[in-house]
């Protein structure tokens, strides 16, 4: 495939999810660190916007929510000048929902 890329970052919001014309349509913004600081010091972050479909669409609306690590893999587009990615594979690498349900058996302990 010519136009494949693969990120890996963490979503900024929970998904957009809507239905048009009997397609499941799931959006979100992945935030991406740069390996690199720039000339003050800082890492700076890309938001690149996702578009999942299908049963895809569904299930990362259910499961994955604000701040968790994913990987996604797509094709990259450009709809009146804005890239987006439309995902073909996702790929759920951690959770936040998680963490806080750890919290929340540790101060139940406490």
Do not use: W
Request: proline share 1%; hydrophobic share 35%.
């Amino acid at each position: 495939m010519l136009n494949e890329i693969t990120l890996i970052g963490r979503v900024t919001h929970d998904f957009i999810f809507e239905e048009k014309n009997g397609k499941k349509i799931a959006k979100n913004t992945l935030a991406i660190s740069r390996s690199f600081k720039n000339k003050n010091g800082i890492y700076e972050t890309d938001f690149i916007p996702f578009t999942l479909f299908n049963q895809m669409a569904v299930s990362s609306s259910e499961y994955v929510k604000k701040g968790d690590l994913i990987g996604i893999k797509g094709s990259l587009n450009c709809y009146k000048n804005n890239l987006q990615i439309n995902v073909e594979k996702i790929s759920f690498l951690s959770s936040n929902i998680k963490k806080e349900e750890k919290n929340e058996e540790i101060d139940k302990k406490l």
